[in-house]
């Protein structure tokens, strides 16, 4: 079951601006998180916010999350090259048993230099 | 540094073979779980391990099945491999105890099954 999605499903700009990325999911949840994937390789964890917090940083990155409308965006600023890559939103459900993450699909990130 | 590591990075293999991936962590977690990524379909769930000798179905589990021997070590059998199943694989762990976050992942096996 995908709770997470992501949108867009593919993102291209320019070195240096701005890149949003959101997350839309269905149900209540402990935390949610942003993970980043390299081309062929496998998952690097972002940043986590919890269901209490509305808005997160981490270097460049700023998450923010509505729990009322249950989504996510990530803020990528000043993005560089080496931003280029798919990046994925997890949720952590209350009700999952097993303490599964669900992912969705993904955004795939591509910073022209 | 926490690390998930993964048997091979590259796998071939031919239909009706049988396939071992095997993963390993070196954080002494509860939770591993191992996942495939299509194009377009994200990454799915296959089976998912909270324990020693403990394993849960995930959500395509079909033609799929799990060995959790030792608590750090969570490997996926491909019984008799078909060519739906070439796919990039990859294994995850997590803790359980006190705070529950972050999920940490191998670098993946991309199979190519023939």
């Known amino acids: 079951s995908q709770q997470g999605e992501e949108d867009p499903q593919a993102l291209s700009i320019q070195e240096g601006e701005n890149a949003t990325m959101n997350c839309s999911y269905k149900?209540?949840?402990?935390?949610l998180q942003w993970y980043r994937q390299n081309s062929g390789r496998g998952l690097v964890h972002l940043i986590l916010?919890?269901?209490?917090?509305r808005e997160k940083h981490s270097g460049r990155l700023r998450v923010t999350l509505d729990t009322s409308k249950k989504s996510s965006s990530l803020l990528i600023t000043a993005s560089r090259a080496a931003d280029t890559a798919s990046y994925f939103c997890?949720?952590?459900?209350?009700?999952?048993?097993?303490?599964?993450?669900?992912f969705g699909a993904g955004t795939i990130l591509r910073v022209k230099s | 540094d926490v690390k998930v590591t993964q048997s091979s990075r590259y796998l071939v293999k031919r239909t009706g073979e049988k396939v071992f991936l095997e993963c390993v962590q070196d954080?002494?977690?509860?939770?591993m779980f191992w996942y495939r990524q299509d194009p377009g379909l994200g990454l799915r769930l296959i089976y998912f391990?909270?324990?020693?000798?403990?394993?849960e179905k995930g959500d395509i589990p079909e033609g799929y099945s799990v060995s959790r021997e030792k608590k750090e070590r969570f490997s996926l059998i491909l019984e008799s491999a078909s060519t739906n199943q070439t796919s990039m694989y990859l294994c995850?762990?997590?803790?359980?105890?006190?705070?529950?976050?972050?999920?940490?992942f191998g670098p993946g096996t991309r199979l190519t099954v023939l």
């Open positions: 995850a762990s997590r803790r359980t105890s006190g705070r529950v976050d972050t999920q940490y």
């Open positions: 149900t209540s949840i402990n935390n």
């Open positions: 916010i919890r269901s209490n917090e």
């Open positions: 997890a949720t952590d459900p209350t009700m999952e048993y097993g303490n599964k993450l669900v």
């Open positions: 954080m002494d977690h509860e939770n």
């Open positions: 391990s909270y324990d020693v000798k403990m394993k």
